[in-house]
């Protein structure tokens, strides 16, 4: 409700059709969610560390924005220098939380995608060798460890 008040200051939109429709989507979010706790029954318990969270997100951005810039330098190069390959990586002794964290981070970062999750390990595919054996070397599943509990 928040949100959509603070979308409501934001946008200007003052019409009774938008207004309308901001409502209706509102009360339908909150049918649905509350349509799958009632099947599902079963609460998600998310454990973060606030300062921990808030590091590895800096450190991301960070990365995210480096593999931009030689994801560029690929496509935009000459020669097209890539090694695409698909791999899977260890994802054991992870809530699920963070393993799913862990994938979506993955798949944010360019040159690579998180295509499946199971229980401990995660399917990427990768763009080039570098990224592949980045991913390998398992600086991001330490980061992303210690976001939150382990299992």
């Known amino acids: ?14 019409t009774a059709l938008i207004i309308a429709f ?17 099947v599902d029954a079963s609460p998600v318990r998310i454990v973060l560390k606030p ?4 590091k ?8 995210i924005f480096f593999s931009n810039i030689k994801v560029a330098k690929i ?8 090694s695409p390959s698909v791999f899977w990586i260890k994802a054991d002794n992870l809530s699920e939380l963070v393993r799913v964290t862990y994938a979506n981070s993955i798949t944010l970062t360019p040159g690579t995608v998180s295509i499946d999750v199971g229980d401990d390990w995660i399917e ?11 991913l390998l070397a398992g600086k991001m599943t330490e ?6 509990d382990s299992t």
């Not at 409700?1 to 003052?14: E, I, P």
């Open 1 to 14: 409700m928040t949100l959509a008040l603070f979308w409501l200051l934001l946008s200007g939109h003052y």
């Open 22 to 38: 901001g409502v209706a989507s509102c009360v339908l979010v909150i049918v649905i969610a509350t349509r799958m706790d009632a």
């Open 51 to 54: 300062v921990n969270f808030v």
């Open 56 to 63: 590895y997100w800096a450190w991301l951005a960070k990365e």
């Open 75 to 82: 496509v935009l190069g000459r020669e097209l220098k890539i």
């Open 124 to 134: 990427v595919h990768a763009l080039t060798d570098e990224t592949r054996d980045d």
């Open 143 to 148: 980061r992303v460890r210690t976001i939150g």
